[in-house]
């Protein structure tokens, strides 16, 4: 096996090895940086021309993987600069665009790089370590300790909701509620007719779209500002100092990284649960908690060392039990059984050069990208300056093509508008948005992997398996314990009812002793009462499904009904909903935010009427409103020249990538045909 490696680590003196890695590299690079476009599109589009034009399954294979491994210190990008969050930079956003605000984007995406690097190196290390012992630990993770493990997440990051619980553990069981829409078995779940619609049900990228980004960028443009202060540091010396600062906290990366990898290499646990779950670990062992959800750079770095060490992880499965690690590595198995290799226990033995390639270009494709970052971020974290209805006008179309682009049909536009809705509403009255994302990742794998060890084990043996047994019981434990250290480490009012103080009543003393036990009706409650009716109606509609299809809707309507009627009993006694982590409108009460929130409309609004009543027209609105957006917004010289930037980068997308690369089939005109 010793000579297998050798021979496979000679493939790094070929100058077809270098040449398929670089390659990989600069076609990642620039796609990685447009907001909604993921390394799975990349590695989709790409298997047909690496199959049939490479081969030699070493250099292949590598290509593939190093795509999958890169993209992750990439997407950070957009997440920190644009306020672009994906799927799984949620952390990254929520911490790293506060810092960018203050001005420090330039010292947070240096620091990035650093633990990004740490992290990729660790994460081969570890694969090259525990491939060889590995599979006895992922074999002994059945369905119901898959299921056991994405409940874990949910409860880290409703704990993670900080003078919030109740909202944060209430937001998780909704999203876990979103993701049932749709088919099982027999049932059509809260389809509303629509069986055409969400025949796959709600799509991931549209809802992460319009949920978690949309309302940001809105937010944003609203304000008719740069994201950061004209002082903001932005210089080389920044860069670097940042790097500094992450290569300083290299133990703290290693930790977080050897985390991630144990995340990655248990089956079904995606990207967006590592990102929270490496961030809940990293404020675990952090005495002051006090500045997480405010703009840490701690916190960005917790989640991007582990984003980047899981890839190693998922590594794990795909290769020794050909269970795809994760989405990106379901593709490397489709190029691997397309050159005839087949992943499993065997492919130490038969296929050691694959393995050890696949390893030393997990950190080599970290290294180089941390290098190549170093080089272009000066000039990208400028973009901060620029202000923001420029940037915005040319993000809200691609984030529009990229939810259609992802299912090919124009309902996903209305989804990522309908989500957009509800993002901006908990913004407004102070819901965390993460818990009802992470709920909507996890849901389909905590109920297919319970139903899925039903069937075998029937309920009582799925539950009284001794590791899910172990790993609810630490995953309520260890809730209960950051529920603890968060609320007692931010500053925020008493969030219980015992503590809660209500203003004295007209003609009483300011002293007098309020009166605990007197409700009023708040403005906070418009959104609770809108939760309660939601999850009734989910209740009585999941009475009309089979067992199998009604028993994990009806749990979670049922349990989300009795928080938030807690929660508007709290709220009307005068308790006040502490520090949460996400952020709210940021626009609220600026000068001229109403007229820039009436022209977003129009301008959506145009774009929408193109779609449905033109030939391409989804292609050329998205050109319109990137065009016009700007102007009509800012109305001085840095309006035109922006907007006439913005449509013609939009122009080029739409015909170099949509049209040329991807092919797409733009929707046909259909306003028309409704109405007749």
Not at 101 to 116: E, N
Not at 160 to 179: E, R, T, V
Not at 653 to 658: E, G, I, K, T
Request: neutral net charge; hydrophobic residues 55%.
């Amino acid at each position: 096996m010793l000579a297998d490696f050798v021979e496979g680590l000679s493939y790094l003196s070929t100058a077809g090895y270098w040449t398929g890695f670089l390659v990989a590299v600069f076609i990642t690079v620039p796609i990685a940086l447009i907001p909604g476009i993921s390394a799975t599109l990349v590695m989709a589009i790409m298997i047909p021309f690496i199959v049939i034009s490479v081969s030699d399954p070493v250099v292949g294979l590598v290509m593939l993987a190093t795509l999958t491994g890169i993209d992750n210190t990439l997407d950070s990008i957009p997440s920190i600069l644009l306020g672009m969050p994906g799927g799984a930079t949620q952390v990254t956003f929520l911490e790293g665009n506060q810092l960018a605000q203050r001005g420090y984007a330039a010292h947070t995406l240096g620091a990035v790089y650093a633990v990004s690097a740490i992290g990729g190196v660790v994460g081969a290390f570890a694969l090259a370590i525990i491939i060889p012992v590995i599979a006895p630990f992922v074999l002994a993770f059945g369905f119901a300790e898959i299921a056991a493990m994405a409940m874990f997440g949910v409860a880290m990051v409703a704990a993670l909701s900080g003078g919030a619980m109740i909202k944060g553990i209430a937001a998780g069981i909704f999203g876990m509620l979103l993701s049932t829409v749709g088919p099982l078995g027999l049932d059509f779940r809260y389809s509303f007719e629509q069986e055409w619609l969400l025949w796959t049900g709600l799509p991931l990228i549209a809802t992460t779209i319009g949920v978690f980004a949309l309302p940001e960028i809105i937010d944003l443009t609203m304000t008719r500002k740069p994201l950061a202060p004209k002082d903001a540091r932005i210089s080389y010396s920044e860069i670097f100092s940042g790097a500094r600062y992450g290569f300083s906290r290299w133990h703290v990366a290693v930790r977080q990284s050897l985390f991630g990898v144990f995340l990655g290499a248990v089956p079904g646990i995606g990207s967006g649960v590592v990102d929270w779950m490496s961030y809940a670990f990293g404020i675990f062992w952090t005495k002051d908690k006090s500045q997480f959800g405010k703009g840490s750079l701690d916190g960005v770095l917790f989640a991007e060392s582990a984003q980047n060490s899981k890839e190693g992880g998922q590594a794990v499965p795909t290769l020794a039990l050909g269970i795809p690690g994760g989405r990106a590595w379901a593709f490397v198995i489709v190029a691997m059984l397309a050159y005839g290799i087949a992943p499993g226990p065997r492919m130490l033995e038969d296929h050691a050069d694959i393995t050890i390639m696949i390893i030393v270009s997990l950190g080599l494709g970290n290294l180089f990208v941390t290098l190549l970052g170093f080089g272009f971020t000066r000039q990208m974290a400028r973009l901060t300056l620029i202000p923001y209805p420029v940037l915005g006008f040319l993000i809200i179309p691609i984030s529009l093509l990229a939810a259609f682009q992802d299912t090919r049909d124009v309902s996903a536009i209305a989804i990522v508008l309908g989500g957009a809705v509800l993002g901006m509403l908990m913004k407004r009255y102070r819901w965390p948005r993460p818990p009802l994302l992470i709920g909507f990742i996890l849901g389909p794998i905590i109920e297919t992997n319970i139903t899925d060890s039903v069937a075998r084990y029937d309920w009582v043996g799925t539950f009284t398996r001794p590791l899910f047994i172990v790993l609810v019981v630490l995953a309520i434990l260890m809730g209960a314990l950051f529920t603890k250290f968060m609320s007692g480490s931010m500053s925020s009012e008493d969030d219980g009812v015992a503590g809660a103080r209500l203003a004295p009543p007209a003609g009483e003393a300011p002293d007098a002793p309020a009166r605990r036990w007197h409700w009023h009706w708040r403005e906070e409650h418009i959104f609770t009462v809108a939760a309660i009716l939601v999850l009734a109606y989910a209740i009585w509609e999941a009475t009309t499904f089979s067992f199998f299809g009604k028993w994990f809707p009806m749990s979670l309507a049922i349990t989300g009904l009795g928080l938030c009627v807690i929660q508007l009993v709290r709220e009307g006694l005068g308790a006040e909903t502490g520090e949460i982590m996400d952020i709210g409108i940021r626009s609220r009460g600026m000068e001229g935010a109403r007229s820039a929130g009436l022209i977003f409309l129009i301008m959506l609004l145009s774009m929408l009427l193109m779609t449905g009543l033109m030939n391409e027209g989804l292609k050329w609105g998205a050109v319109v409103i990137a065009t016009l957006g700007p102007m009509l917004m800012m109305q001085n010289r840095t309006g035109v020249i922006g907007g006439i930037v913005a449509g013609v980068t939009i122009l080029i997308l739409n015909l170099l990538f949509f049209d040329f690369a991807l092919a797409v089939i733009w929707p046909t005109p259909f306003i028309l045909d409704w109405l007749s």
